[in-house]
């Protein structure tokens, strides 16, 4: 096999084919290659999240195998958004869709490589959408659709009692011309997307079939999901975004580090390039010294690298050990102390003067009550940006105070939380 058909078989030893066209036209196509392919992304919020890494990851791939990349920002589809499995979605302005479609663009850009034979092009939807008249999208797109099928795909069937706006009906329609558009003047063949996407991909699929009587690919990737089956890549606060103004490089290692024992070699597999001897080498040893925990502090060294950078993997590192007593807390940048603040849930105090140690435990939820917080001080588990308290009556002083008002507290050895001082 060659290079280029290799990379089949290297997404699907790391689990990143969950359904694709037929797979021998397309291996073929890839050994016949380099092919053209596509993946789009739609700008529905400020920032990317961490389910369309999923994508780049897919899109590596295939360009370090010789492929060329065409990155799909939905300037059009953006403004209309692929149906909810339940209620429509909001609808935003034009402005401000074309705002993150930029914010995306941005985005993307770090993750393909846009010089030599494999170079990659972003491309806004809205360059091919936004000329066409209403009759001509009709006549040429809509003409091909059976409504038929389209009342069975899925999300529509589960939308029909409530209701589904025509806009958002129409959506596969939009999509589908996407390839169609891109088959005809860049000659991409293959289509990549999430499985969630399967019947949108697949439409396009179609389309091209009818229109041009040309057979095309697609390949969907699978959903991940944590060990109990809910979906990977969600937090109480929400999605982890890519956008370090929104989930902090701190809060994004520490997400990846906190995967499960189960899960996490699957993990490695979508978003590190190890190599695969690498990656079985770090399976044995989470087999064999789980506590080491090897396989999570590779995963998110790994992924905050490629998001952000080394030196944002280094300082999350750093402050993760600070955090522990394993480093000096005031010796981090202000907006790392400022994420961990974040992640640590900082509760907001306004005292009227020096309070005490006692009050912070307490009211940093380190310990239930301060009855709780004078016996942690006393059998000395009491500590104070990882300096020991040993008085039970001690006050805050000025210079325990880290920038931004924070101070961090801990019991024991893992117990911890934060307060922020308002002055």
Known sequence: MSER????????????????????????????????????????????????????????ALQRAGHRPLILVGGSTGLIGDPKQVGERTLNSKETVAGWVERIRAQVERFVDFEGPAAADVVNNLDWTGPLSAIDFL??????????????????RSRLEEGISYTEFSYVLLQSLDYLELFRTRG????????????????????????????????????????????????EGGSVWLDAGMTSPFAFHQYFLNAEDAKVIEYLKVFSERSREEIEALERETAEQPHRR??????????????????????????????????????????????????LNAAPVDPAGPPTVVELLEASGVVASRSAARRAIAEGGAYVNNRKVDDVDARLGDDQVLPGGLVV??????TVGAVTLER
């Open 188 to 235: 991409a063949v293959l289509q990549t997307g999430g499985s969630d996407q399967w019947g949108n991909i697949t439409a396009g699929v179609e389309l091209i079939r009818r229109a041009e009587g040309a057979r095309v690919h697609a390949l969907a990737t699978p959903l991940l999901t944590k060990a109990d089956g809910t979906k990977f890549g969600k937090t």
């Open 294 to 343: 090897a396989a999570q502090h590779a995963l998110a060294d790994d992924v905050t690298t490629l998001v952000h950078s080394a030196a944002d993997t280094a300082a999350a590192n750093a402050a993760a050990a600070a955090l522990f007593g394993r480093g000096e807390l005031d010796e981090l940048p202000p907006d790392t102390l400022r994420a961990l603040g974040q992640e």
């Open 139 to 156: 006549r040429d797109v809509g003409k091909h659709f059976p409504v038929n099928r389209m009342l069975a795909r899925e999300v529509v």
């Open 409 to 414: 507290l801990r019991r024991g050895k893992r």
């Open 5 to 60: 058909t290799d990379v089949l078989e290297e997404l699907t030893w790391r689990g990143l084919v969950a359904e694709s066209t037929d797979r021998e036209e397309l291996a073929a196509a890839l050994d016949a290659g380099p092919i053209t392919f596509y993946v789009g992304f739609d700008p529905t919020a400020p920032s990317l999240h961490f389910g369309n890494l999923v994508q780049l990851m897919v899109a590596r």
